[in-house]
């Protein structure tokens, strides 16, 4: 009876997996997509943004997309960065 328990906590540990990469993109999707809703249609697109962004960060945080490297450069002493 042990070893099927031992295999059953197992086998719940490996699914519950994507649900840690999840937790991970749903803060910051929610508070881009606030920010974002906030600028384009006031309070009202903020928590419409905060809760689709909320969305679309947990996906892309399972998926293990959104993770952006940025290229900066120096030029006539600035620095500039494309995102």
Known sequence: MKPR?????????????????????FVGGAE???H?????????GAVVGGAVGAGVGTVNGALGLGYHHHRCYWRHGYRHCRY
């Open 5 to 25: 328990v031992i295999a059953f906590v197992g086998l719940i540990g490996l699914l519950s997996l994507p649900v840690a990469a999840q937790a991970q993109g």
């Open 36 to 44: 974002r809703g906030n600028q384009a249609a006031g309070p009202v």
């Open 32 to 34: 881009e997509g606030a």
